[in-house]
């Protein structure tokens, strides 16, 4: 294996520039596969290990650079934890190894170079020197992979049946017997604007179609008020965002609507139904949290599952008119 400094240079040309991060990423590696007989990582032995990286920072391309783990040779995994923290996992001999950056370095680097003022300078410095035991915290660990996170062919390919792309490696989930896309399942990234998806039609009922199979029925759902729809999908998104993440803000750029927009129909229902569904933490407009309020927690949980029963019943009378 190459010496340090020989590592550093090849991984700050590929990440663009020197940085902390690039010190204690090349460092990480060195003692990851040191722990798991790694010698010779873009050699004879590429094939027989795997890296977990749970951050997206500078420390991952110097990771990357050192070992020749790529996400795109399956060899490197991303962990989205926000830890500055790698697993090097030798496939063969099973033995894993967990490394930490650990939080006190950053202080203790600055006791290497007291005279040094600028602290990110400091740390630079003492992080190609300190000692690996002052730096990082390792622990032996199990790793559970699965088949299907293997490098290799694909295992698997299902047609998600509510967008009809297809997923591979086991990726799909199973709901109501149906194999769905994650973003299907659980809601995804990003929000199609698209016809039906635009923030003009979200909110109209007509939004509100359900597709079951691949040949199959569909259905609209909403609820009226004195002969006025008052409450469809869009809306339970929007509220089912707010609670997930405690933000009026956020829930309204993953709907795809503006702050303001969101904000009023929150009101006009509020007014409606004549209860509270959102309580605001400080903040200000758009910086506090919200949180939703018991009252309209339960009323999603019921209009969830009414939703389920009515895509259930015309699903069953479905397949006995139409047959298979
Ligand atoms: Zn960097
Ligand atoms: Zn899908």
Not at 67 to 95: E, H
Not at 142 to 160: F, Q, Y
Not at 188 to 195: A, D, N, S, V
């Amino acid at each position: 294996m190459k010496d340090f400094e020989e590592l550093l240079r090849e991984s700050v040309r590929v990440h663009g520039h020197l940085c902390a991060g690039q010190v204690l990423g090349v460092r990480m590696s060195m003692v990851g596969l040191a722990a798991i007989g790694i010698t010779d990582p873009k050699g004879k032995d590429r094939k027989d290990f795997i890296v977990y990286v749970e951050i997206d920072r500078c420390a991952t391309d110097a990771i990357q650079s050192v070992t020749g783990c790529t996400l795109g040779k399956r060899s490197l995994k991303f962990m989205d934890y926000g830890k500055m923290a790698a697993t090097f996992l030798n496939i063969r001999s099973g033995a894993a190894f967990r490394v930490l950056a650990k939080e006190e370095s950053r202080h203790k680097a600055r006791q290497y170079f007291p005279e040094i003022e600028d602290r990110y300078e400091a740390q630079l410095k003492a992080y190609r020197i300190m000692p690996e035991g002052e730096l990082f915290k390792v622990s032996r660990v199990s790793v559970n992979m699965r088949p299907e996170e293997m490098p290799g062919r694909p295992l698997g390919r299902v047609r998600c049946a509510a967008c009809g792309e297809y997923v591979q490696d086991r990726r799909e989930v199973e709901k109501n017997g149906r194999p769905l896309c994650r973003p299907c399942a659980n809601g995804g990234y990003f929000t199609l604007k698209g016809e039906n998806d635009s923030a003009a039609s979200f909110f109209s009922p007509s939004v509100m179609q359900i597709k079951h199979n691949d040949f199959g029925i569909r259905s609209k759902l909403w609820i009226e008020l004195e002969g006025e729809p008052f409450f469809g999908k869009g809306k339970m998104l929007l509220l089912a965002a707010v609670g997930r993440y405690g933000s009026i803000n956020r829930a309204a750029r993953e709907v795809g609507i503006s702050y303001r927009k969101a904000w009023s129909y929150i009101k006009a229902m509020e007014k409606r139904l004549g209860i509270p569904l959102v309580e605001c933490r400080a903040g200000g407009k758009g910086g506090g949290g919200a949180e939703l309020t018991p009252e309209i927690r339960d009323f999603l949980s019921r209009y969830d599952e009414i939703e389920k029963d009515v895509r259930k019943a015309a699903d069953e009378r479905f397949k006995e008119l139409f047959g298979p």
